[in-house]
């Protein structure tokens, strides 16, 4: 069993930044690929990024990639989403997720474990 908690979340001006944290605890994390997703308003939740266990590959969606950057430190425990040039449109809930295996993925159904969810809010 993994939990999973993110914080980092806020409200932001557009071109802002911020950078969200998930921390993990329970079963080998080192092992496990990490993923982001968010779901805005009224909208299907969506993957953003995601990291392969040693941190070595990572994938991003088309709409965020430049702007985000995904990273871990196994040794803390911890997936980081840095967000950079933020746009209202990147308002949603975002949630960290943790697949059982070490290669990473961009389908949700892939993911295993699902923290819940850390609020950003982009104002124009």
């Known amino acids: 069993q993994v939990q999973l908690v993110e914080s980092g979340g806020g409200l932001v001006q557009a071109g802002g930044s911020l950078r969200l944290s998930c921390a993990a605890s329970?079963?080998?994390?080192?092992?496990?690929?990490m993923g982001w997703f968010r779901q805005a308003p009224g909208k299907d939740r969506e993957f953003v990024a995601a990291?392969?266990?040693?941190?070595?590959?990572?994938t991003y969606a088309g709409s965020v990639k430049g702007r985000f950057t995904i990273s871990r430190d196994n040794a803390k425990i911890t997936v980081y989403l840095q967000m950079n040039s933020l746009k209202p449109e990147d308002t949603a809930v975002y949630y960290c997720?943790?697949?059982?295996?070490?290669?990473?993925?961009?389908?949700?159904?892939?993911?295993?474990?699902w923290g819940r969810g850390t609020q950003v809010t982009v104002s124009s």
């Open positions: 329970g079963r080998t994390f080192s092992g496990s690929a």
């Open positions: 990291i392969n266990w040693s941190g070595g590959y990572t």
């Open positions: 997720a943790a697949r059982s295996v070490p290669g990473f993925a961009a389908r949700e159904v892939d993911y295993s474990y």
